[in-house]
């Protein structure tokens, strides 16, 4: 029988992920002893099989489209071919690089390569290694939601992980889902030249966004010869006789059906937590929604603390980062800050033309009953956007009625994931859009935008109430 040894550490991080490996950093700058468990491979979703890859690909999709439309700069050129195996090439050797970088922070730690598994809540078994810990932080990702579509897996098909790896590019393109990984790596394989068609069950593409966003990516996406087939309910999968894949669908009662070489299924991804044996534990988890944490980032164990994709709040790399430095400063200090997601949960879309939300949209604030003054600028009427032919989307500025604080911003429009960080600071910073007018934006440029519809706004409420502290 072979022996256990068993180990000590301040804090022991499961998964060394954007989430844990920040939890795991903080706490030893504090001066705890921490050590990682991580299955592998080294490096996490992110820059493996995620946000790095994928946007690497969308590099090249984004550079085949510009080559495509430069005659309306009048610069004229051959149709682009794409190199796919230099395309995949080129991803490999950076994320490589990344993963490389990564590994070497992790190594600088004691690190157990294997499945970990709670015995009791004080003890995490490895392989043959016991680690007792005073505290723990679990990190252990999100996977692929299973696909339970009847027939979808006998016919076969590529999730996101697949579609970051594919030999060759399809010849054909079915993809079942309109979030952020389905409309990004579709804008992609149609930009290299793949016939696609995605069907979703909502009215427009990123269902959880405003109306105006949404919709207005899905026009988007149609122009450049996109299929969205909106309200459409999958049924089954079958194959035909010549090979290809067909999905079955209803779509406002009537029976239809589309075939491709193969299907992308991108709805979503669910809480990793197999395997880690949490009832041992005392951990309360949801198989869907994720392991169960408070504000502090605790579990329902006081010692054990869980961040990132697992804890199935907002699946984004920087709020896995914040809530493992928060779960970190609590472990150490046994302190009880709370995490703030106000800002944090900003997100964005790399879509062309890409999409950004900061604070609340008008859904959110319409489903609080909160009152708000709202402006939109398109980009096809702002200068810099005209003179560098980028004029697809807009910007939107919502604000208090009662002295203009801005309350949320959301972009669809180029640039928007860069432009949205002014945004973040005026929000961070309780600007109202009196002040935002105040602060010097350069000319010509797309940043320049965003005082139009705080200037509209500013008019609407100094025309509304004349006397009111917005003067
Ligand atoms: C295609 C795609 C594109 C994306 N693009 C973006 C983007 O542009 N911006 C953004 O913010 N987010 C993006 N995301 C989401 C982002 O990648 C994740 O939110 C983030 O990486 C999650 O980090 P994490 O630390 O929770 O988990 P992970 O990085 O997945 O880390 C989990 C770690 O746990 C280890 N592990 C799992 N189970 C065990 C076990 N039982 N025992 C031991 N170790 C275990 C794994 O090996 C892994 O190293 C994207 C995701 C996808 C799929």
């Excluded at 450049?224 to 194959?239: K, L």
């Amino acid at each position: 029988m072979e022996s256990t040894n068993t180990h000590t550490f301040d804090l022991v991080v499961i998964g060394a992920g954007s989430g844990g490996y920040a939890a795991g950093r903080t706490a030893r700058d504090f001066g705890a002893t921490v050590a990682f468990v991580d299955k592998g491979p080294l490096g996490g979703l992110c820059i493996l099989r995620g946000c790095m890859p994928s946007k690497t690909l969308i590099a090249t999709g984004d550079a085949a489209y510009e080559v495509r439309h430069a005659a309306e700069l009048g610069v004229h050129s051959s149709a682009p071919t794409v190199d796919f195996p230099a395309v995949m090439a080129r991803k490999r050797e950076i994320i490589q690089g990344f993963a490389d970088y990564r590994i070497a922070g992790i190594d600088t730690f004691p690190v157990f390569a294997g499945e970990a598994r709670f015995e009791s809540p004080h003890r995490l078994r490895v392989g043959n290694d016991v680690l007792e810990a005073k505290h723990f932080v679990i990190g252990t990702g999100s996977v692929v939601a299973p696909a339970v579509i009847p027939g979808l897996a006998e016919a076969g098909f590529i999730d996101s992980d697949a579609a970051l790896e594919l030999a060759e590019p399809p010849k054909s393109l079915i993809v079942l889902g309109g979030g952020y990984v389905g409309t990004e790596l579709t804008q992609f394989y149609a930009r290299i030249g793949v016939p696609t068609t995605i069907l979703i069950r909502s009215a427009h593409l990123l269902s959880g966004e405003d109306t105006d966003i949404g919709a207005g990516l899905t026009e988007y996406f149609r122009e450049e010869g996109i299929t969205v087939e909106t309200h459409a309910v999958v049924q089954r999968v079958s194959v035909r006789a010549d090979g290809l894949k067909v999905v079955h669908y209803q779509q406002d009662g009537v029976e239809k059906s589309v075939a491709a070489h193969e299907i992308f299924y991108a709805l979503g991804r669910v809480p990793n937590v197999a395997g880690l044996n949490l009832e041992a534990a005392g951990v309360k988890y949801h198989n869907i929604l994720g392991v169960t944490v408070d504000e502090t980032m605790r579990t329902s164990q006081p010692h054990i603390f869980a961040v990132g994709d697992v804890t199935g709040r907002f699946l984004l790399v920087h709020v896995a980062i914040q809530q493992g430095e928060v779960a970190a400063r609590n472990a150490v200090h046994d302190a009880y800050e709370a995490i703030d997601y106000s800002l944090s949960k900003t997100h964005t879309v790399f879509t062309d033309p890409q999409v950004a939300i900061v604070g609340d949209s008008e859904k959110e604030l319409q489903r609080a009953g909160v009152a708000y003054v709202a402006a939109s600028t398109p980009f096809n009427d702002h200068g810099k956007a005209i003179a560098i032919g980028k004029t697809k989307g807009f910007v939107k500025m919502l604000a208090s009625p009662l002295d203009g604080r801005i309350l949320g911003c959301a972009i669809l429009g180029p640039d928007a994931s860069d432009l949205i960080h002014e945004m973040i600071v005026a929000l961070h910073y309780r600007a109202t859009v009196f002040e935002f007018m105040r602060i010097p934006h350069l000319h010509p440029t797309m940043a320049e935008i965003l005082t139009y519809p705080a200037e509209e706004i500013a008019e609407k409420i100094t025309s509304a109430r004349p006397l009111s502290i917005a003067q």
